[in-house]
């Protein structure tokens, strides 16, 4: 028998009991309701929440499906068992009890919002936001509905929507902490780092215990290059929680950037210590180590993050570095080929994989490499440098020029790609182009003494030969040992016919680069000049010594011999430098005239014929051969070798007088006269001519003209 009246007064007990947190006493008040009216589902529904409350979920259960047995549309009952069978994992169930609930209450957005958490959790994610818009549809204020939407947005990848979604989540809870880590986690992933910071700091407001909140606080400071936020925040994550690897490997990346490099390793080993198979805190230890030039230790931690994930690019590439820093080059290529295995764009290891080819001895595939590098990179200004460099060693000079030129647009101040592009010009033999390059060099870097020496080079090349001199002392004063500036110098100071102070010059380029053999040579050159032949044959020994196959010195030596009157060594010269270069039209003359001196004329005839082979416009070659045909008898012959000389060079005084001496020993001594006339008239100091064309009127019986002819040939000796 059914009281509804005392049934209604225990039901309305037990609800007060239940508010004030008695439940014992709530669960017996509703035992007694059910007594008095077991078909109240009132009874049975407050029942359940009483039971749900204190965690007795089959209890609850069961007292809510008795509610729905009494009343079917019950919506509140099944919206209270959708949320047991939630949190039991039974997530169809519950779905079809919020189900349940909306069908019989369209309005009760609670139902539509656990409804779309049910229905996120089990990945149905547009069902899943239709849910939470109908809850929020009913019930805008609807905090939580807004939130689950934006999570539901977030996870399909609509970042934007999601962000409007926790917006009005905590406009309208400003205390919402979750709904601001959300905010902050897609403001960072857009980009977005300083909206991000505001949220993470509005998260800290709320809950400043919160090690998550300071870790993606910290990662944002980081985005930022705020660094010394991004440490201090990392520090308080640790504070919280002093075994996430995350925080100690983060907080190392950053002191990595601080260039605090001993910290950032010994933060790293936490990461490690407490994560072994943390990858990323074996390559950020890797480079601390890389950064602090413990080289060897560096490639160890690489090692380690590449055995825990073998296709990461990053590490590959650094290790690269690492190896080629160490010069091991061929490792350092293997090591790059695995980077851009991995990853084809990776620029850096291109560049670097080039910069190992090029140590290598592997220019053709180092500028394969760069060319590589800066088509991923075209920015890359250092690829375009060292792309340049190799091209120069190659003797691709426009080439070069064109890849430096590259890379001193994208970077003004880069005074390596200047300098090249100045050599390049220079060796092109564009010496306006050139200068203007160095010029940059020494503008940006006047420290710098091979540009000043290449300076001084161009400066040759467009005859402004005084400053040339000004440039190669620049050099000289900023790198004293610099013997290729004193070398330089050396040679224009011989250009310039100044023999003493170019000498001067060579000694001290000597001094400094005793084996500079093309300064001994010159050095003897200049001693030649100067008529001092016993030490222009010492110098171009000491060329020789170094360098037995100059055939310059062989030849220039053979003259200072042939000075000194020894003939038999200056042919022996002669002849090391004809074997050197048997062309030299000018060593086979000198190689005849010594012949002569030496009495053997057949054979300096041959020498002779050798020259004029090679240069057969010669007027001294000429002439010489003619005094060998005069010394064997063959007077003919030897006039015509003496016309072909005048005929050459008609101001040719020497071969005049050799006809003449040709004409006599014919017995022409009227036309002998005329060509010692013509001789005279060309070199009226020349005693030779005056004595022959003395003993030429003497013998035509005309003493007093001869006797006026030997007084001048004894006026001119």
């Known amino acids: 028998m059914t009281n509804d009246y005392l049934a209604n007064q225990w039901l309305q007990q037990g609800i007060e009991y239940f508010q004030i947190g008695r439940y014992g006493e709530a669960i017996a008040s509703f035992e007694k309701a059910a007594q008095f009216h077991p078909n109240m589902p009132e009874i049975w529904f407050h029942w359940g929440n009483t039971c749900f409350h204190l965690g007795w979920f089959d209890a609850a259960l069961t007292n809510y499906e008795k509610a729905i047995t009494l009343k079917p549309d019950y919506s509140e009952a099944w919206f209270n068992q959708g949320n047991i069978l939630f949190k039991l994992g039974r997530l169809e169930d519950a779905l079809a009890s919020y189900d349940q609930a909306t069908q019989f209450n369209p309005d009760l957005a609670v139902a539509w919002g656990n409804r779309a958490s049910t229905l996120y959790n089990l990945g149905q994610y ?82 400043p215990n919160d090690y998550e909140v300071w870790f993606q606080q910290g990662n944002t400071c980081y985005r930022l290059e705020r660094l010394d936020d991004a440490l201090a925040s990392y520090e308080k994550a640790i504070t919280l929680q002093p075994d996430a690897p995350e925080a100690w490997n983060n907080r190392g990346l950053v002191l990595f950037h601080l260039t605090r490099y001993t910290e950032a390793v010994t933060s790293c080993e936490k990461a490690t210590k407490l994560q072994p198979n943390y990858p990323e805190a074996w390559f950020h230890r890797g480079n601390a180590l890389f950064s602090l030039g413990r080289l060897e230790d560096a490639i160890a931690s690489y090692d380690q993050a590449l055995q825990l994930k073998p296709d990461d690019y990053a590490t590959w590439g650094n290790r690269g570095s690492a190896l080629y820093s160490l010069g091991r080059y061929r490792e350092a290529v293997s090591s790059c080929q695995n980077a851009t295995y991995f990853n084809p764009d990776y620029a850096e290891a291109w560049y670097m994989q080039g910069l190992a080819l090029m140590q290598g001895e592997q220019p053709n595939a180092a500028i394969a490499c760069l060319d590589k590098a800066t088509a991923l990179k075209p920015d890359y200004a250092q690829a375009w440098l060292y792309r340049g460099h190799l091209l120069f060693q190659l003797g691709h000079l426009a080439d070069a020029i064109a890849s430096c030129q590259q890379a001193t647009t994208l970077q003004p101040d ?111 050159n200049l001693l030649l000049q100067e008529g001092r032949w016993d030490a222009a044959i010492a110098s171009y020994d000491q060329a020789l010594a170094i360098q037995p196959n100059v055939a310059e010195a062989w030849a220039n030596r053979g003259i200072a011999l042939e000075k000194l009157g020894r003939y038999q060594d200056a042919l022996d010269s002669y ?124 013998h035509l019986g005309r003493e007093e003209e001869a006797n006026a002819s030997f007084e001048q040939a004894n006026m001119k000796n």
């Open 126 to 207: 547009e069902e899943a936001l239709a849910s939470c818009q109908q809850a929020t549809h009913c019930q805008p204020d609807y905090v939580q509905a807004w939130y689950m939407q934006g999570l539901v947005l977030m996870n399909g990848g609509r970042k934007e929507e999601a962000l409007t979604s926790f917006d009005q989540a905590t406009s309208l809870n400003h205390d919402y902490l979750e709904a601001w880590k959300h905010k902050g986690w897609i403001l960072f992933n857009l980009n977005r780092y300083t909206e991000a910071l505001d949220s993470w700091q509005q998260a800290v407001s709320l809950q």
């Open 575 to 698: 002849d090391q430098a004809l074997v050197l270069q048997s062309d030299d039209a000018k060593t086979w003359n000198h190689h005849g005239v010594t012949l002569i001196q030496l009495g053997r004329y057949q054979d300096a005839l041959i020498s002779f014929s050798n020259a004029l082979d090679h240069q057969p416009d010669d007027p001294e070659t000429w002439n010489n051969r003619g005094l060998a045909l005069d010394n064997l008898g063959r007077y003919e012959e030897a006039m015509v070798c003496f016309e072909q000389a005048i005929e050459l060079n008609s101001d040719y005084a020497q071969a005049w007088n050799n006809r003449g001496v040709a004409l006599r020993n014919l017995g022409r001594e009227e036309e002998a006269i005329l060509s010692f006339d013509q001789a005279l008239e060309l070199n009226p100091d020349y005693p030779e001519a005056w004595n022959n064309r003395g003993l030429a009127l003497r």
């Open 414 to 524: 880069y005074v390596e790609a200047w300098s090249i592009q100045g050599i390049a010009l220079m060796q092109l033999q564009r010496p306006h182009e050139a200068i203007a390059c160095l010029d940059r060099v020494v503008e940006l870097y006047p420290e710098h003494p091979e540009a000043w020496k290449h300076r001084g080079t161009v400066l040759c090349q467009l005859e402004r030969l005084e400053d040339a001199i000004s440039s190669f002392d620049r050099a000289i004063t900023l790198k004293p040992d610099y013997f290729q500036a004193w070398y330089n110098k050396g040679l224009l100071l011989m250009h310039l016919d100044r023999p003493d102070a170019a000498i001067t010059t060579f000694d001290n380029a000597l001094e400094l680069q005793p084996k500079l053999y093309p300064a001994w040579v010159n050095r003897g």
